[in-house]
């Protein structure tokens, strides 16, 4: 290397957007974190686009099609009632994806506020606020969604809501260390030093320097949410029927057939586990990626 | 350790404060046209009372800060309020469903320890080896798998496949202890199964990080064996931050116990808030949405506690 001349021209190294280097590095050193990405991509897709690929209706009844064991012809066997399976579960994962997402970022968002706030102001707001915090994890996030839902009564918005609220507050502490940490940095000093105001600092400097455990975040928490809210229907208390979650479809009607017909109890808890298994196998690829600190801690 | 214990307990009464305004708030929101579908669905002796007398019976005729203030005031005396449906006290219920919850939630830690800390020792053991990835992949599909599903499918395919099904009727572990256990021991196998996917992968890290410390090797150096190395050196440090998971497992174990319950029909404080739900029995939600939040900060207490004990370091902090 030493001994060859200077070559005229520099051939810098290949400058590839961001966003493309990390969907190499994530399919060359996290194979399985890309399979996963995969299947929550299908996910997605299943979700909004179950209105063209949906065989049947999510509520079409076919009383001479009731309990069919799996076929050609309905994939994942009919209900009680004859409904196709298939649809029913495709149907769901449009909730799910709808809950999962809309609630994950909400939540995010939240845990992102609380967090900011709390970790860069410190002193008694920090204080007061991770009381509060504290109180609030005492408590199952099952628990308060019952006794919520108890109130304001079953349905989609509620869910969302009430789910974010929950999840948001947890999350905040994961922010909140991520700001102790960032705000501590030269270039957060430098910021304020030059008279940058509050809210400059927290958005310019701070919240640029914390993308990473965000991002993480918000993975692992459509997970949590598409979970919770599949515990909340199989109780009653989520969406409720006929819309086809699939927590609800593994409680309910369903429930008294599942000992004759066993596949009602599979396809629906296959598509939550394989679905909920994704996001967290694609989290974690997403931490050890993105943010080495956290690599090996829960 | 006294001024530990002191301090510890004082900064338990701001905690408890906010749990109890949260309860008061999440549930006294109640709006007006609940008390009319409460009424309209007459599902709790409405035709007896009056919307008045259900007004008044929810004390929500007076203002927000008068009625906390008779709320935590009655709680101090131990009072929880009555039923609407049965017109029992609350208390007198909860300290009924109590016990079933604490055993299946008791049963499913140890079950759930029992899986956890070997295969997470292992895995950290052999880090990187088949084994250890077969386990790593083990634990976060538990993860992934709910609780319900679970419990469901041990109900529906043991019935289809032996004709076996779990027993319904609860028996009290006064009563049968034998029968009770033989009830109690397969709905805490699916709760302690859902919950040993965090342990296990708790246990893992804290073990890596053991055994990379200077007095493992000097063990392995004098030439002890492997087994002594990792019981008598590793795993006894390893498992002292394992101790505090309790704690943050605590949550779980009777959130999980509501769905548990519900799947098999035992009679602890799950199944009484959800029938109370059901019910909209509003004076028996709000006293086990209370009592869930007090007994897990009871719990962390504990926990914390007994983790001063274990390692003095966390007491002079």
Redesign the interface.
Known sequence: MSSSPLPDTVVLPSARSPTRQFFSRLIHEKPVGAAAALVFLLFVFCGVFANFLAPYGFNEINMLERLKAPSWKHLFGTDNLGRDMLSRCLYGAQLSVIIGLSAAALATTISVLIGLLSGYLGGKIDMVVQ??V???????????L??????VGPGMLQIIGILSLVLGIGGSRIIRSAVITARENMYVHAAQSIGASTPRVLWRHLLPNIMPPIIVLFTTRV?AAI?IE??LS??G?GVPPPAPTW?GL??GSG?TY??QG?WL?LA??LC???V??AT??FG?ALRDLLDPRMR??? | MGSYVLRRLLALIPTLLIASIIVFVTIRMIPGDVIDLMLSQNDIGADKRSREQLVHALGLDRSMPDQYFRWVSAILQGDLGNSLWHSTPVLREVLNRLPVTFELGAMALVIGLLIALPIGVYSAMRQDTPGDLAARSFAILLLAVPSFWMGTMVMVFPSIWWGWSPEINYVKFSEDPWQNIKQMILPALVLGTSLSAVTMRMTRTMMLEVLRQDYIRTAWAKGLSERVVILRHAVRNALIPVVTLIGLQAPLLIGGAVIIEQIFVLPGMGLMMLEAVNQRDYPVITGVFLVVGVTVMLINLLVDLTYGLLDPRVRHQ
């Open positions: 009381r509060i504290d109180a609030y994890m005492s408590f199952p996030e099952l628990v308060i019952i006794a919520v839902v108890s109130v997970g979970l599949s515990g199989f109780l208390l927590g593994l409680s429930r599942m000992f066993p109890a629906p808890g939550l586990t394989a909920v298994y967290n196998v974690d090996g801690s829960k």
